[in-house]
């Protein structure tokens, strides 16, 4: 069993920043693309940015620039910094990891979610 627990969010002023964390514990042999999702009411979840484990990153469009990615593998976590926060950006935050498991399966498990909220 793997489980990813978050941390940060909140609210926000236009303009402003919020850092996000995520941490994967349990049966982990190996984590490989982690990354970061997001919903807003009444949308479907969309990506935001991923991560591999090599380092390769890719990102939405809406948040290029302003957003940035990283990951601690020794730590097995995976972190979002946005900057310049827009309303538009209000939504529930996931983390999301493709684990390979001791066992060599690999699953994808998801973080609880986290709310980020930004004000006008």
């Known amino acids: 069993q793997v489980q990813l627990v978050q941390s940060g969010g909140g609210l926000v002023q236009a303009g402003g920043s919020l850092r996000l964390s995520c941490a994967a514990s349990g049966s982990i042999f190996r984590i490989n693309t982690m990354g970061w999702y997001r919903q807003a009411p009444g949308k479907q979840r969309e990506l935001v940015a991923t991560?591999?484990?090599?380092?390769?990153?890719n990102y939405a469009d809406s948040v290029k620039g302003r957003f940035t990615i990283s990951r601690d593998n020794a730590k097995n976590t995976v972190s979002l910094q946005m900057n310049s926060l827009e309303p538009e950006d209000t939504a529930v935050y996931y983390c999301?990891?493709?684990?390979?498991?001791?066992?060599?399966?690999?699953?994808?498990?998801w973080g609880q979610g986290t709310q980020v909220t930004v004000s006008s």
């Open positions: 991560i591999t484990s090599t380092g390769s990153t």
């Open positions: 999301n990891a493709q684990v390979l498991t001791p066992y060599y399966t690999q699953n994808t498990y």
